[in-house]
């Protein structure tokens, strides 16, 4: 519960939340203060205090930094909430692409057999044989950084999951008594798909899905990390993570790491706890 | 039976070869040349003449027909010749072994440790299920696999292994972390046993916690499920102590699957270190790949993926094989 409660909290903060605090701080997302980083070069820390160099009329709020401010001198508050966009965006997206190839090439290895079912489950032999990591960040280089590039990178890598889970089930289904009787009144392989054997597929696609997204999270924080997935300026946890730990500065200033961090790590670990529950509700404990 | 067993899996394998080969070719030879700088241009440098270029072409072997380059690139590969890198000018494969061998060093050493933890965490939660260590367990678990490497690798290393000078955090000055352990660099085995463990056992721990975790859960559902047999109650109706239940009894019909499991993460941990690789400056495969990708080294980049993930093939199919001359029911499963 506590969970959902956390999950549902991120939405409406990534969503909503993000603009307002762009606009109760006065900094934008990508905005540089340039007083919010001192002459040694360490950015101010959580609740500091720094003023635009071109304003008029001090912000109303005080102009401070709640959670400090990066290495360039960006709020880092208004960057986690803006981040937070990219990570859930990843976690619908990517999970929804690869779960509907997935569903494709699984429905089609399972339900046609021979030729199809020998190419579609060598390939995902192959992509499981892969080290996913590596190559995916090989593609993003070849292919160039880009939110839809990781998008289709992360699917790209993650298809063969899904697509074995359900020709497994297909097969399963295939040969049982309900199709048999569905054929046997006229049934096309269409209907019979769609009406029976799509709905007893998604059981087990819901808790893959629901146990994976975290997993996705955390791909498209290691791409960014490495500098081949979001494009800056645009805020991502695993960028913001990277401008700190590459630049050493979270050795003196160690809340520039552990923001991001800590952000990402109660996402992540939301998402994996909202996923045993899942699964607990539809299967039962099954440890 | 076995027989045929065995060959259809050798045929599994090289066929996952073949796919490997041609995947790394097509993403790092054909595609890359498509996109980026055509590597005979880039090899003969910027002022050369269109002969030049030519002729470097020729001997690179990129003016011949696809299909041959190909065969070319699978034929070195064969003979562990994944060609030259464009940066180093030296052979690939003269950069990737020595790298191998670092990452291995974290591989295996991470895998004795995650295997430690998740067989003494796994038992306890196993023979007490509900119990708080087992709660603790899970919650461990979990933990393990929310926490990115890539930001736990650091955190370790502030906390471990850098003396905070000026750190401090919401306005509280940082408490002295505890110097203990090398910042980054690697020893090689044979020079400095002691040094090596020394320098890796920071890495090892950060790359074991998530799987680690994993583990005790793999190992927890296992002993359970074995508990439950009837040859565990007749071993104790003997009056065997729970210790000789657990290491005579269960323990040899569990390790088959926990091997299984073992040859698959290996191979995928064989390729996932690098962040770890990264943070504490030990040059293995990531390492090497990672900046091979971002100078745009291809034959480099080519080298270290093929190489990982045939390692991993290779582990897989020997893991299998092993396993389904070890029990029957496996050899005679459809693949």
């Known amino acids: 519960m506590a969970a959902l409660g956390f999950l549902v909290a991120l939405v409406l903060a990534a969503g909503a939340g993000a603009p307002i605090a762009a606009h109760w701080t006065g900094h934008g997302p990508n905005e540089q203060i340039d007083a919010a980083v001192g002459a040694d070069g360490v950015p101010i820390g959580p609740l500091g205090r720094a003023f635009k160099a071109d304003s008029v009329t001090p912000n109303p709020h005080g102009d401070v930094f709640v959670l400090g401010a990066d290495t360039i001198g960006r709020d880092m508050l208004v960057r986690l909430l803006y981040g937070a966009r990219v990570s859930l965006i990843v976690a619908v997206g990517a999970t929804g692409i690869s779960l509907l190839a997935g569903v494709i090439f699984g429905l089609a290895a399972g339900w046609f057999g021979g030729l199809t079912d020998a190419v579609i489950s060598r390939a995902v032999e192959a992509g499981m044989a892969f080290p996913a990591l590596l190559l995916a960040i090989g593609v993003a280089v070849v292919l160039g950084p880009g939110l839809v590039n990781v998008l289709v990178i992360i699917a790209l890598f993650t298809w063969y999951y899904p697509a074995r889970i359900v020709r497994g089930e297909v097969l399963r289904i295939r040969s049982s008594t309900l199709v048999e009787a569905a054929r046997s009144i006229g049934a096309t392989d269409a209907r019979i798909l769609r009406r029976h054997v799509l709905p007893q597929v998604t059981a087990p696609l819901v808790v893959y899905a629901t146990t994976v997204i975290a997993g996705n999270i955390m791909f498209e924080a290691g791409l960014s990390y490495l500098g081949v997935g979001v494009p800056p300026p645009t805020a991502s946890w695993g960028q913001m993570l990277s401008d700190s730990i590459d630049s050493g500065l979270f050795f003196t200033a160690p809340f520039l790491a552990i923001v991001p961090g800590f952000a990402l790590v109660l996402t992540m670990l939301a998402f994996n706890v909202f996923g045993d529950g899942v699964r607990e509700a539809l299967y039962g404990d099954a440890t | ?335």
Request: hydrophobic residues 50%; without cysteine; charged residues 15%.
């Open chain 2, 1 to 335: 039976m076995t027989g045929a067993f065995l060959l259809r899996r050798l045929a599994a394998m090289a066929l996952q070869f073949v796919l490997i080969t041609f995947l790394t070719w097509a993403l790092f030879y054909l595609l890359a040349a498509k996109t980026g700088a055509n590597p005979a241009t880039r090899i003969a440098g910027k002022a050369a003449s269109p002969e030049e270029v030519a002729r470097v072409a020729h001997e690179l072997g990129t003016d011949r027909p696809y299909y041959v380059q190909y065969a070319r690139f699978l034929w070195g590969v064969l003979h562990l010749d994944f060609g030259y890198s464009y940066l180093q000018r030296r052979p690939v494969t003269d950069i990737v072994l020595p790298a191998a061998g670092t990452t291995a060093s974290v591989v295996i050493g991470g895998a004795v440790l995650w295997l430690l933890i998740g067989f003494a965490v796994g038992t306890i939660g196993a023979l007490r299920p509900r119990s708080l260590p087992d709660r603790l367990s899970i919650v461990i678990a979990l933990l393990g696999v929310s926490i990115p490497v890539f930001w736990l690798a650091p955190m370790a290393s502030y906390f471990f292994a850098y003396e905070p000078t000026q750190g401090t955090f919401l306005g509280v000055p940082l408490g002295s972390a505890f110097h203990i352990f090398p910042i980054d660099g690697y020893v090689n085995l044979r020079e400095h046993p002691l040094a090596w463990a020394h320098h890796l056992l920071l890495p090892w721990l950060v790359f074991a916690l998530g799987t680690g975790g994993i583990y005790a859960r793999y190992f927890r559902s296992l002993t359970l499920e074995q508990l439950a047999q009837g040859y565990v109650r007749t071993a104790r109706a003997k009056g065997a102590s729970t210790r000789r239940v657990l290491l005579r009894h269960v323990q040899p019909n569990t390790a088959p699957v926990i091997v299984t499991l073992l040859g698959a993460d290996v191979g995928v941990a064989l390729a996932g270190t690098f962040f770890v690789e990264k943070v504490f400056g030990l040059p293995g495969l990531g390492y090497v790949g990672l900046q091979a990708i971002r100078s745009l080294d291809y034959p480099l980049t080519a080298g270290v993926i093929a190489f990982a993930a045939i390692v991993a093939v290779l582990a897989n199919s020997i893991v299998d094989i092993v396993h389904g001359l070890l029990d029957p029911r496996i050899r005679e499963a459809p693949l």
